[in-house]
């Protein structure tokens, strides 16, 4: 039986959501760097499947007890054995009626869950749109020129010639679809960004803002490309060259050296668990220090 007077769980998990989503728009940026949101999605929809799991194991709802109270038993004095016969026809009764209130049991636990991923739902797009509006595609076009000068001269260094940096706000080229947060052509002096990557970079830049791991994938995935245009191929020494080099990206653009460190080997450390799904991406194992793959055979510190 089921107590009305409280919320139920999923409620109270529901309730607590949404506040942590207003507050992780609405609160100071050290939330976001170190909440990942969209962890907290994936725990709250596991939620809801523990849920519905559940509801679905406990089965229809108990009716309440119509049976007689024993203080009234006791005060009209009901034969014992008379007693037993009433209760036995009584519950076959209930039993009718159990089942033809409530021809599928099961449906108003999965509605719930509906609702419960549904809620789950609104609260992405949320973020989404709060993300646009606050994102790269907020920024005026001289600041945004400005930012894409800087990236340019950066990879410039790491490429050893005049290269471009360009931030693909049409996403013509780089985005969720090719699966990429940068294109390049080997050797060549061009390079795209998602406006995701292109936004981390200049708020690590012009803001002084890190977020996070974000920013550690931001200057990889800068430095990445960089070292393609500079003529490497193989996407495993590219990106253990980038992993490196990004360590001095990170203090250029305003980290301190320990924190660019941890951030590259972070990356490293992520690429290794991401491997599966993208082999080409993968560093080999060479990547570590004194290896052929290390730019720096004399330092310690890797990468
Ligand atoms: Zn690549």
Redesign the pocket.
């Known amino acids: 039986m089921e107590d009305l007077t409280w919320p139920r769980p999923a409620t109270l998990v529901r309730i607590g959501l949404v506040a942590l989503v207003a507050l992780w728009i609405l609160g100071p940026s050290m939330l976001r760097s170190a909440l990942p949101i969209w962890l907290v999605f994936l725990v709250a929809v596991g939620l809801e499947v523990q849920f519905l799991v559940g509801a679905l194991r406990a089965g229809p709802q108990q009716a309440p007890d119509r049976r007689p109270q024993q203080v009234d038993l006791d005060r009209y004095g009901f034969e014992p054995d008379e007693d037993e016969l009433d209760e036995d026809d009584l519950d076959d009764d209930q039993d009718e009626l159990e089942v033809a209130a409530e021809p599928h049991p099961f449906l108003p636990p999965v509605r719930r869950f509906v609702l419960g991923l549904g809620l789950i739902a609104a609260l992405v797009l949320a973020i989404w749109l709060v993300d646009s509006r606050t994102g790269w595609d907020s920024l005026d076009g001289p600041t945004r020129g400005k930012a894409a000068a800087r990236f340019s001269a950066e990879a410039s260094r790491i490429a050893g010639k005049e290269v471009s940096i360009y931030c693909d706000e049409s996403r013509d080229y780089v985005g969720a679809v090719q699966h ?1 947060d ?1 294109v ?1 052509v080997v050797g060549g002096d061009l390079a795209l960004l998602t406006p995701e990557i292109c936004h981390d970079l200049y708020r690590l830049a012009f803001d002084d803002e890190t977020t996070g791991a974000r920013t550690g994938r931001a200057l990889a995935v800068l430095a ?2 960089a070292w ?1 245009l500079r003529g490497e191929r193989d ?1 495993g020494t ?2 253990c060259y980038a992993l490196q080099s990004g360590v001095e990206l990170g203090v250029r653009l305003g980290l301190s050296e320990s924190t660019a460190r941890q951030l590259m080997r972070q990356q490293l450390t992520e690429n290794a668990l991401r491997g599966a799904g993208s082999i080409e ?1 993968r560093v080999s194992s060479e990547c570590r220090n004194g290896s052929r793959l290390d730019l720096d055979p004399e330092g310690t510190a890797f990468p």
């Open positions: 990429a940068g390049a990445h490309e393609h996407e590219t990106e991406y």
